[in-house]
């Protein structure tokens, strides 16, 4: 028989998440992270995406296995502190790629940094941004009149981008979805589809009349002039799901609500 895998616990503030922590630990023998086979993740989908960052910077990633303790839970499976070792064996693994921006400023500094869900693009001010948009070297948009735009991976497309009216994305598809935020002109202009393989560039027009931040899940630069976000295809993020959690199926679903 397969030993049941060594398991790391983190957990999110949250008071729910909390009191989760305290039950799954009576039940559960847990070890430091870095000897786990798998992280426990207790919380929402914020903390998951905070999760997945750590992940991401340490030397070994470990798969992650979610329990949602917080509000939406989209990419986490159900609660329950019973047999935790052995749905985290029995479990469905999810891969996906982050996202790396390389983003320079008006002052000639280059800020690089990953993103799990999106990168996004943001007018600081008042007056609406103007950008070009250009796909794997060739200008495909000359000026996109608006409040930002962004890119989401499929991790991400059902967060900032579903909310800005982007294409909701299998987590398993080799796309990133690229979407206009309030666009102004071309007024009708909502995104792209584009491959994972390319690499996306937007150039800040009229910068210092009309600046833009730009941001990675978390991490802001003010006042950019250029900005480059790819696939960070040679870097994968493990997710777990129990067998029966239907994720296609949610994703699907998300498209039919009203």
Not at 97 to 125: D, Q
Not at 201 to 216: K, N, Y
Not at 218 to 228: C, L, M, P, S, T
């Amino acid at each position: 028989m397969k030993p049941l895998p060594k398991l790391g616990l983190l957990v999110s503030n949250a008071p729910l998440a909390v009191a989760a922590a305290d039950e799954v630990r009576a039940l559960h023998d847990f070890v430091d992270l870095s000897d786990s086979d798998a992280v426990v993740a207790l919380g929402g989908d914020g903390f998951m995406l905070a999760v997945l960052h750590r992940v991401l910077h340490s030397k070994r990633p470990k798969p992650v296995y979610g329990m949602n303790r917080g509000t939406v839970g989209f990419l986490m499976n159900h609660y329950s502190a019973e047999d935790l070792a052995a749905r985290v064996a029995k479990a469905k693994s999810f891969f996906l790629s982050p996202l790396m921006m390389e983003a320079t400023t008006a002052s000639g500094e280059t800020v690089t940094s990953p993103a799990i869900n999106e990168v996004s693009l943001l007018r600081e001010t008042r007056q609406a941004a103007k950008i070009e948009i250009s796909i794997d070297g060739k200008v495909r948009l000359e000026v996109l009149s608006c409040d930002g735009a962004l890119v989401a991976t499929p991790a991400g497309s059902t967060a900032y981008n579903l909310s800005a009216g982007g294409s909701i994305l299998p987590l398993d598809c080799d796309l990133l979805a690229l979407t206009a935020l309030s666009p102004f002109r071309p007024r009708r202009w909502q995104g792209a589809l584009v491959s994972n393989k390319s690499v996306v560039e937007f150039r800040i027009l009229e910068a210092e009349r009309r600046p833009v931040s730009a941001v990675a899940d978390q991490v802001e630069v003010r006042d950019v002039v250029h900005v480059k976000v790819r696939s960070d295809l040679g870097r994968r993020l493990e997710l777990l799901f129990d067998p029966d959690y239907a994720l296609d199926d949610r994703i699907l679903m998300e498209q039919f609500q009203s």
